[in-house]
């Protein structure tokens, strides 16, 4: 699994240490660089260790998304009123059973707080709305909905979108992370990049160090406070992928190809509990403002899920009650509506004149199709969805000629040809922490010196993503790891 031993090494074996400060991160990514700005902070003498040869991490590669909320001066600017406690309401149902709620009222009581943060380090969010369904507006609007007027979740909290979008052209990570990489730059912080750290220092039951890898040499950094794990998560080490989360094996991954699990092995060896390892985000290969016109069915024709909810869900779903064998079916009308903008270049795989020739093509049993589209229709046409529930706006009858997208070839023009197995994950299970960060042990104790953030915790996640609560959690817990780490 890993090219060396994680097992922890005890103080009296370390020879000499090469390194000294009162706090260790390791990885930057987003949570790393937020840990080791608030620890400098706090007065922290601080390394950050980076096994590439520079920042970014897997945040680097996001949308840019951040779920923040309670009343953020974008919220306000684009008038809506929102409050930590609808916004809390909505993530316990999004992020599904068992999502940490201790940790889920801070960080919606704080939202408006992270925000601010955020912005005063410079990260640019534009006070406009973006008001239809995507992954990525094809604009820089920096307000976007995540599913929060869909059923059931506009019944359970007040919708508000909460969204923040970095200002960005395309992707938002890349933008983010030049603008934390430049704070982290500007201050006392040290990086040491090319260098991966592949076990812990203990003295006793204490986290004291590590020993990492730099090129060819072995270096030993001591921790005085504290050592904080910024590793993300494991999607990328496929053994630990067929361990905990099976589902998830053979899908191409979203990451910058470091999310081995090394930190998440390292704190174990440790003798640190993990939660939820079998969660992840599916990334599925649709188009949402297609999806949301039209409808989305399993094998045998039947629609599982209303489409107006978060993608993300949409995926979870077709993924783990279908195998990612799903399709989109909508019509010309409903694929015209999209902007060309919002299409990333998807045409319908499969065209016909009638519901029985599409069914047909796409190779569903005789009358699947036709019964499940004459009942939608049925419904639609007076504004209704008896089934799913999906909100009235996204509701009217399908018409001739019809079309269906197979999610499983991706989201590339059908002349491309191929497959990419419908979607693209990573992996949101990972070490059980407290809210400062303290990695707890299968007692639920800290472990002391040892502290966390990001993806190589399950954070705020049970089993349910929603987009923008892992580059939101990444940051606003790994700042408390560092104040945490700094004070100790």
């Given at each position: 699994m890993f090219s060396s031993s994680v097992r922890p090494v005890p103080q009296a074996h370390v020879p000499v240490v090469e390194h000294e400060v009162d706090v260790i991160v390791v990885g930057f990514g987003c949570a790393g660089a937020a840990a080791a700005l608030e620890a400098d902070a706090a007065g922290a003498s601080t390394v950050l260790l980076e096994q590439r040869s520079g920042g970014g991490g897997s945040s680097a590669h996001s949308g840019g998304e951040m779920y923040l909320g309670g009343g953020t001066a974008v919220q306000r600017a684009c008038g809506f009123d929102d409050t930590a406690e609808e916004m809390q309401k909505f993530l316990s149902a999004a992020l599904g059973p068992d999502a940490d709620q201790e940790k889920l009222g801070l960080y919606c009581r704080d939202s408006v707080a992270h925000f601010e943060w955020l912005v005063d380090h410079g990260v640019p969010f534009k006070p406009s709305l973006w008001d239809s369904p995507t992954w990525v507006p094809p604009t820089d609007d920096g307000l976007m909905w995540m599913g929060e007027r869909a059923h059931p979740f506009a019944e359970i909290a007040v919708p508000a979108p909460r969204g923040h979008r970095v200002t960005a052209d395309g992707f938002g990570g890349k933008v983010l992370m030049k603008v934390l990489g430049e704070r982290v730059a500007e201050s006392r912080v040290q990086v040491h990049t090319d260098t991966t750290v592949q076990r812990l220092i203990m003295d006793g039951d204490r986290v004291v160090g590590v020993v990492a890898r730099h090129f060819n040499e072995t270096v030993h950094y001591r921790a005085r406070r504290g050592v904080i794990l910024t590793t993300g998560g494991f999607a990328d080490n496929p053994e630990m992928v067929n361990q905990h989360a099976p589902a998830l094996v053979g899908l191409p991954v979203n990451s910058d190809g470091g999310d081995d699990g090394r930190g998440i092995a390292l704190a174990q060896a440790a003798g640190a509990a993990v939660r939820h390892m079998s969660a992840g985000q599916v990334g599925i290969s649709l188009i949402p403002g297609m999806a949301i016109r039209g409808m989305v069915v399993d094998p045998q024709g039947r629609r599982f899920i209303n489409e107006d909810v978060y993608p993300g869900l949409i995926g979870q779903a077709a993924l783990f009650k279908h195998g990612l064998k799903v399709w989109v079916i909508l019509d010309e009308k409903a694929y015209e509506e999209v902007p060309e903008a919002e299409r990333w270049g998807v045409r319908p795989h499969f065209v016909a004149e009638t519901i029985e020739e599409l069914e047909r093509e796409i190779g569903m049993p005789d009358g699947a199709l036709v019964t499940t589209i004459?009942?939608?229709?049925?419904?639609?046409?007076?504004?209704?969805?008896?089934?799913?529930?999906?909100?009235?706006?996204?509701?009217?009858?399908?018409?001739?000629?019809?079309?269906?997208?197979?999610?499983?070839?991706?989201?590339?023009?059908?002349?491309?040809?191929?497959?990419?197995?419908?979607?693209?994950?990573?992996?949101?299970?990972?070490?059980?922490?407290?809210?400062?960060?303290?990695?707890?042990?299968?007692?639920?104790?800290?472990?002391?010196?040892?502290?966390?953030?990001?993806?190589?915790?399950?954070?705020?996640?049970?089993?349910?993503?929603?987009?923008?609560?892992?580059?939101?959690?990444?940051?606003?817990?790994?700042?408390?790891?560092?104040?945490?780490?700094?004070?100790?």
């Amino acid at each position: 699994m890993f090219s060396s031993s994680v097992r922890p090494v005890p103080q009296a074996h370390v020879p000499v240490v090469e390194h000294e400060v009162d706090v260790i991160v390791v990885g930057f990514g987003c949570a790393g660089a937020a840990a080791a700005l608030e620890a400098d902070a706090a007065g922290a003498s601080t390394v950050l260790l980076e096994q590439r040869s520079g920042g970014g991490g897997s945040s680097a590669h996001s949308g840019g998304e951040m779920y923040l909320g309670g009343g953020t001066a974008v919220q306000r600017a684009c008038g809506f009123d929102d409050t930590a406690e609808e916004m809390q309401k909505f993530l316990s149902a999004a992020l599904g059973p068992d999502a940490d709620q201790e940790k889920l009222g801070l960080y919606c009581r704080d939202s408006v707080a992270h925000f601010e943060w955020l912005v005063d380090h410079g990260v640019p969010f534009k006070p406009s709305l973006w008001d239809s369904p995507t992954w990525v507006p094809p604009t820089d609007d920096g307000l976007m909905w995540m599913g929060e007027r869909a059923h059931p979740f506009a019944e359970i909290a007040v919708p508000a979108p909460r969204g923040h979008r970095v200002t960005a052209d395309g992707f938002g990570g890349k933008v983010l992370m030049k603008v934390l990489g430049e704070r982290v730059a500007e201050s006392r912080v040290q990086v040491h990049t090319d260098t991966t750290v592949q076990r812990l220092i203990m003295d006793g039951d204490r986290v004291v160090g590590v020993v990492a890898r730099h090129f060819n040499e072995t270096v030993h950094y001591r921790a005085r406070r504290g050592v904080i794990l910024t590793t993300g998560g494991f999607a990328d080490n496929p053994e630990m992928v067929n361990q905990h989360a099976p589902a998830l094996v053979g899908l191409p991954v979203n990451s910058d190809g470091g999310d081995d699990g090394r930190g998440i092995a390292l704190a174990q060896a440790a003798g640190a509990a993990v939660r939820h390892m079998s969660a992840g985000q599916v990334g599925i290969s649709l188009i949402p403002g297609m999806a949301i016109r039209g409808m989305v069915v399993d094998p045998q024709g039947r629609r599982f899920i209303n489409e107006d909810v978060y993608p993300g869900l949409i995926g979870q779903a077709a993924l783990f009650k279908h195998g990612l064998k799903v399709w989109v079916i909508l019509d010309e009308k409903a694929y015209e509506e999209v902007p060309e903008a919002e299409r990333w270049g998807v045409r319908p795989h499969f065209v016909a004149e009638t519901i029985e020739e599409l069914e047909r093509e796409i190779g569903m049993p005789d009358g699947a199709l036709v019964t499940t589209i004459a009942e939608y229709n049925r419904h639609a046409a007076s504004g209704d969805d008896p089934y799913f529930h999906k909100e009235s706006t996204w509701l009217r009858p399908l018409e001739s000629p019809f079309a269906a997208i197979d999610v499983r070839r991706g989201i590339v023009p059908p002349e491309h040809g191929g497959s990419t197995g419908g979607a693209e994950v990573f992996t949101t299970g990972g070490l059980r922490t407290t809210v400062d960060g303290e990695v707890l042990d299968l007692d639920e104790t800290p472990i002391p010196g040892l502290y966390a953030a990001g993806r190589a915790t399950s954070g705020l996640h049970s089993w349910g993503y929603i987009s923008g609560t892992s580059l939101g959690d990444g940051t606003f817990f790994g700042r408390r790891a560092g104040v945490a780490a700094a004070g100790a």
